[in-house]
């Protein structure tokens, strides 16, 4: 019989249980429970079949997981925390950035949050490394895209929506050292307000521009070398526990720094963020850069492609000469999940046309601006081989992917420890 857990939900106790096992990794009935409900709630047909289907595929995952152990697949701590850090950002967010909110909602501490995310995060990552690490050297045929495709009933063609292709050269403006020096005078203010016998914490969630400090009151923590941008971990060691910084300038800003306490090559520090912000003079400097830029693309001495590679300061998207990509990596993307800002400023233009420079805000909140090419629009249609290789090409690798993840599951599985809680028998998981 399977081990009965407790839960606390709301206030209350809920039984939970573990249905499977994987060496030392475990299936909760709740986890089981919540993917099916997912499903469900988007629109998925309840019945019997999906919750088995679902059921296999955490059993995949803590089969990988325990196969990772095995062949020394791992993730880097510095990784899971920051994609953990992110993730309580995001959900923060959604709860106008109250903890007292979002404790309440879970009825937990920040503390215990973040830690059940860190270990669901954790997983997904050694997943993903071990899916990566299985179907790395595939790759499709032409022969083998055109067969798919062939395979598939012409009355069950996808229909796509209008797609277009777009690429940005982006101009980050380069702020003033006057603007600097602004930001920097404040610091200073704040570090005296401190030194005065101001609450570090409470100035840090006034002003900071951290967005983790409406957790952590610009608590860092335990860190060690190597965590930390140079410039912050440098000063860092350089401090007595208890001193602050003057302000010292990252590739994030401008920061004072209070070292709490430092134990061998970790230490424990606290910090309040400025981001100076560029004057319209900085911004009017960036765009003359690019219509100085757009000029020579249109005369022909580069391409567009070349020049968001060289020169574009936007790290998703100059590695792919500029432009925006869909989920597959393909450079069409249907006009309905461009951002509609890009959507609506290359609408009025013509097909192989640039902008003019146009400001704009980043997604990490810098003030740039950006021209944008506009190469390529279809229309609506059917999917044909002509039009959508590159996408056909893609649902022909996810297949074949798909498929040697199956046969890896079949053999792997003989390498480990597998139980399932009889009740889910008719599942037939690990029939052969």
Same mark, same amino acid.
């Given at each position: 019989?399977?081990?009965?857990?407790y839960?606390?939900?709301?206030?209350?106790?809920?039984?939970?249980k573990?249905i499977?096992?994987?060496?030392?990794?475990?299936?909760?009935?709740?986890?089981?429970?919540?993917?099916?409900?997912?499903?469900?709630s988007?629109?998925?047909?309840?019945s019997s079949?999906?919750?088995?289907?679902?059921?296999?595929?955490?059993?995949?995952n803590k089969l990988?997981?325990?196969?990772?152990?095995?062949?020394?697949?791992v993730? &880097?701590?510095?990784?899971?925390?920051?994609?953990?850090q992110?993730?309580?950002?995001?959900?923060?967010?959604q709860?106008g950035?109250?903890?007292?909110?979002l404790?309440?909602?879970?009825?937990?501490?920040?503390e215990?949050?973040?830690?059940?995310?860190r270990?669901?995060?954790?997983?997904?990552?050694?997943v993903?490394e071990?899916?990566?690490?299985i179907?790395k050297?595939l790759?499709?045929t032409?022969?083998?895209t055109?067969?798919?495709?062939?395979?598939?009933?012409?009355?069950?063609?996808?229909?796509?929506?209008?797609e277009?292709?777009?690429a940005?050269?982006?101009?980050?403006?380069?702020?003033s050292?006057?603007q600097?020096?602004?930001t920097?005078?404040?610091?200073?203010?704040?570090?005296?307000?401190i030194?005065a016998g101001?609450?570090f914490?409470t100035?840090?969630?006034?002003?900071?521009?951290?967005?983790?400090?409406?957790?952590?009151g610009g608590?860092?923590?335990?860190?060690?070398?190597g965590?930390?941008?140079?410039?912050?971990?440098a000063?860092?060691?350089?401090?007595?526990?208890?001193?602050?910084?003057?302000?010292?300038?990252?590739?994030?800003?401008?920061?004072?720094?209070?070292?709490?306490?430092?134990? =061998?090559?970790?230490?424990?520090?606290?910090?309040?963020?400025m981001?100076?912000?560029?004057?319209?003079?900085?911004?009017?400097?960036?765009?003359?850069?690019?219509d100085?830029?757009?000029?020579?693309?249109?005369?022909?001495?580069?391409?567009?492609?070349?020049a968001?590679?060289?020169?574009?300061?936007?790290v998703?998207?100059?590695?792919? =000469?500029g432009?925006?990509?869909?989920?597959? =990596?393909?450079?069409?993307?249907?006009v309905?999940?461009?951002?509609?800002?890009?959507?609506?400023?290359?609408?009025s233009?013509?097909?192989?046309s640039?902008?003019?420079?146009?400001?704009?805000?980043?997604?990490?909140?810098?003030e740039?601006?950006?021209?944008?090419?506009?190469?390529?629009?279809v229309?609506?249609?059917?999917?044909?081989?002509?039009?959508?290789?590159?996408?056909?090409?893609?649902?022909?690798?996810?297949q074949?992917?798909?498929k040697?993840?199956?046969?890896?599951?079949d053999?792997?599985?003989?390498?480990?420890f597998i139980?399932i809680?009889? &009740?889910?028998?008719?599942?037939?998981?690990?029939?052969?």
């Amino acid at each position: 019989m399977a081990p009965t857990l407790y839960a606390q939900e709301d206030g209350g106790f809920v039984i939970d249980k573990i249905i499977a096992k994987v060496d030392n990794y475990i299936v909760l009935k709740s986890e089981l429970d919540r993917a099916y409900q997912d499903y469900v709630s988007n629109g998925g047909n309840p019945s019997s079949e999906a919750r088995c289907q679902y059921l296999a595929l955490l059993l995949r995952n803590k089969l990988m997981m325990a196969k990772a152990e095995i062949d020394s697949v791992v993730v &880097s701590d510095s990784e899971v925390d920051a994609n953990t850090q992110r993730r309580m950002d995001m959900i923060l967010s959604q709860y106008g950035g109250s903890p007292v909110d979002l404790e309440n909602k879970f009825g937990k501490t920040l503390e215990q949050i973040r830690l059940e995310l860190r270990d669901q995060i954790r997983e997904q990552m050694v997943v993903n490394e071990m899916q990566q690490h299985i179907t790395k050297d595939l790759t499709v045929t032409p022969a083998e895209t055109r067969r798919f495709f062939n395979r598939i009933p012409k009355d069950s063609l996808p229909f796509f929506s209008a797609e277009a292709e777009v690429a940005q050269i982006v101009k980050l403006a380069k702020i003033s050292e006057a603007q600097k020096e602004a930001t920097k005078m404040e610091l200073i203010g704040l570090r005296n307000r401190i030194l005065a016998g101001e609450d570090f914490a409470t100035l840090a969630k006034q002003y900071s521009a951290d967005p983790s400090v409406t957790i952590n009151g610009g608590d860092m923590g335990f860190v060690g070398r190597g965590m930390m941008v140079p410039e912050f971990e440098a000063m860092s060691f350089k401090l007595k526990p208890g001193e602050i910084s003057m302000p010292v300038e990252t590739a994030f800003g401008l920061h004072i720094i209070q070292l709490l306490e430092r134990r =061998g090559n970790e230490y424990h520090s606290r910090h309040i963020l400025m981001s100076p912000t560029p004057s319209e003079e900085d911004l009017e400097i960036a765009k003359k850069y690019l219509d100085s830029l757009r000029a020579v693309i249109t005369k022909g001495d580069i391409t567009f492609e070349k020049a968001a590679k060289e020169y574009s300061d936007d790290v998703e998207t100059k590695g792919n =000469g500029g432009y925006f990509i869909d989920g597959e =990596g393909g450079t069409r993307v249907s006009v309905d999940e461009l951002d509609p800002v890009v959507f609506f400023a290359v609408d009025s233009l013509e097909v192989g046309s640039i902008s003019s420079p146009l400001k704009y805000r980043t997604d990490s909140g810098k003030e740039a601006v950006r021209i944008l090419y506009y190469k390529s629009r279809v229309a609506p249609h059917q999917a044909s081989l002509e039009v959508d290789w590159q996408r056909i090409q893609s649902a022909t690798l996810n297949q074949k992917r798909n498929k040697a993840l199956e046969k890896w599951f079949d053999k792997a599985r003989n390498d480990v420890f597998i139980s399932i809680d009889t &009740s889910y028998d008719y599942c037939g998981i690990l029939d052969n």
